[in-house]
């Protein structure tokens, strides 16, 4: 495999950060996960704009534009031969002294790999997830904005065991007022009466680009949207539920913390929703 590396191609065996980069050291940087689909970079600007974003909100300067940070992706793709992969593109601080402050970096490392990706096994995709709330609550956003795609997943990974310990793969996580925030990786919608809804960014959840495209699925279907404070009642006495992520795409939950949501099985806007997903992937998108 080859690895994008400050702009060389590099084995993957060769492909190493320093211990003194404070990717590593703190957490200090910033990330996306893209999806190629047969060829197709899905929604590449949209990531490389959050990414931009993304190391605003941090104060780290790109050291690539938005042309050729998507050029190295491409050829990150072209140089491994892959038409479908799951594409990780890291900006860290840099490597600096110990301390923990960035200034001491001087420049900001820039890796990419482009491999597969292990989705969730397909039963579940047929069946539906069964997920369970935890107690690690969401960050707030005035501590770390959960807006920024940083390097600090301590909190979902927390949350993550937690999910595993009971027995489930995915959790919700609450916002410090109890509301719904996200999952530990994806972005929860449900189905209410027809109407769809998904908390808010503010409500401490990433703005997912498989959630933007869920909207845009839904106004072509003609299904109401809405961004909006949701309690664990909301998912409970829902209709339907499911998440959304690059990794994950679209997949059902028909059970939270031991409820079934609306019938137990996946509802019919959820598989119009996925359906309609998977068609535009293969057709929207940056040709590598
Ligand atoms: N929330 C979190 C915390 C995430 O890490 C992700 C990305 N896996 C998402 C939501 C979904 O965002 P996207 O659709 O852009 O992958």
């Known amino acids: 495999m080859k690895i994008y590396l400050d702009g060389k191609f590099v084995d993957e065996a060769d492909a190493k950060v320093s211990v003194f980069d404070h990717g590593v050291l703190y957490g200090d940087g910033v990330f996306e996960g893209i999806r190629l689909y047969d060829g197709n970079i899905f929604r590449l600007e949209e990531h490389l704009e959050r990414l931009e974003y993304s190391a605003k909100a941090i104060l780290l300067t790109l050291p ?19 038409r479908d992969a799951y594409i990780r593109l890291v900006v860290t601080r840099g490597v600096g002294d ?7 970096c001087s420049k900001p490392t820039v890796f990419i790999i482009a491999s597969k990706i292990a989705l969730y096994p397909q039963e579940h995709y047929d ?35 937690e999910a595993r310990q009971f027995g489930a793969l995915e959790a919700i996580m609450l916002n410090d007022q109890g509301y ?17 809804a998904t908390p808010s960014a503010t409500q401490g959840a990433l703005k997912g680009i ?6 845009d699925i839904a106004a072509e279907l003609g ?15 829902a209709d339907e539920c499911f998440l959304t992520g690059t990794g994950a795409e679209v997949i059902p939950v028909v059970k939270l913390d031991g409820r079934d949501i609306g019938d137990g099985r996946p509802g019919d806007v959820t598989r119009r929703v996925a359906a309609s997903f998977k068609r535009r992937v293969r057709i929207e998108g940056t040709k590598i």
Not at 129 to 149: C, D, E, G, H
Not at 223 to 237: A, F, G, I, K, S
Request: proline share 6%.
């Open 180 to 196: 719904v925030a996200e999952c530990t990786a994806d972005n929860i919608f449900v189905v209410h009466k027809g109407v769809l």
């Open 223 to 237: 299904v109401p949207v809405r961004e909006t404070n949701l309690t664990r009642y909301d998912v409970w006495c």
């Open 98 to 104: 110990l301390g923990l402050s960035p200034w001491s």
């Open 127 to 161: 069946k539906g997830l069964a997920i369970v709330t935890v107690p690690t609550r969401r960050i707030n956003p005035s501590a770390l904005p959960p807006t920024i795609k940083s390097l600090n997943y301590l909190n979902n990974i927390l949350a993550k065991i």
């Open 64 to 82: 690539l534009t938005r042309a050729e940070m998507s050029e190295a992706t491409a050829e990150t793709c072209r140089q491994n031969g892959l």
């Open 210 to 215: 498989t959630r933007g495209a869920v909207f």
